[in-house]
């Protein structure tokens, strides 16, 4: 069964501080897709990147960087001088990797990352 | 171009009452999905179509919960009768071509019971 970890539960940091969440993931399947979502105190849940299981690149946008590691089945996710913007629900996924090519999407349950002025 | 689109943001109604939440898709997207967020169970998936067909609802609740998509343009989400534990954030998101795609969500209803 496929499963998605966060251990984290919640992240204080001061701003400028870099600071990484964890997401460990079990899946059976040799083909899987990866996903970061954001969800500000607004509430909606933002894209913010998406990984296959066959490219292990590291990925970088801007003050923000992934690290996918099929060795330890991980996939974090760095922010460098955080903002206080970046305060939200960071959410790693999972896709569904079943007999069917469905996109459904096996959530952890989130890391609250403060960052304080 | 214009996101995945929920209505109402909020609703508040008391228990017993119907309650009807909508979701209009991304065009062009062929898979949509209901998700309910709540601070003890996280996000979960209720139910999902493809091409306006409902493939898995093992994620619905209870009889309570139906979900219909009578185009591709349009669905629903209804709860009848409602109860206070239905209360929680819903949410809709739709994709393209499956697991390979990411799923963009609509900014969700927040539902209350009272």
């Known amino acids: 069964a496929q499963k998605v970890t966060q251990a984290q539960t919640e992240i204080s940091v001061v701003e400028k501080e870099d600071v990484t969440l964890d997401c460990v993931y079990e899946?059976?399947?040799?083909?899987?897709?990866l996903f970061w979502y954001k969800q500000p105190p607004s509430g909606e849940l933002v894209f913010l990147i998406r990984r296959n299981s066959f490219d292990e690149q590291n990925e970088i946008s801007g003050r923000y960087s992934w690290n996918f590691q099929k060795s330890t089945s991980s996939f974090n996710f760095t922010i460098t001088a955080s903002q206080v913007v970046d305060s939200a629900v960071y959410f790693c996924?999972?896709?569904?990797?079943?007999?069917?090519?469905?996109?459904?999407?096996?959530f952890g349950q989130g890391t609250t990352l403060q960052v304080k002025p | 171009d214009a996101g995945v689109i929920q209505s109402p943001r909020h609703e508040v109604t008391e228990m017993g009452q119907e309650v009807t939440l909508r979701c209009k898709p991304i065009s062009g997207h062929d898979y949509l999905f209901w998700y309910r967020q709540t601070m003890m169970r996280g996000l979960e998936l209720l139910i999902y179509?493809?091409?306006?067909?409902?493939?898995?609802d093992s994620g619905m609740p209870e009889d309570r919960f139906s979900a219909k998509m009578p185009n591709a343009s349009f669905s629903t989400l209804k709860i009848q009768p409602s109860e206070p534990r239905d209360s929680a954030v819903y949410f809709c998101a739709s994709s393209v071509q499956g697991r390979s795609q990411p799923q963009h969500f609509g900014d969700g209803t927040r539902l209350s019971i009272l």
């Open positions: 996924a999972l896709s569904d990797a079943g007999s069917s090519n469905t996109g459904k999407l096996i």
């Open positions: 899946t059976r399947d040799t083909t899987y897709y």
């Open positions: 179509f493809n091409n306006n067909v409902p493939i898995d």
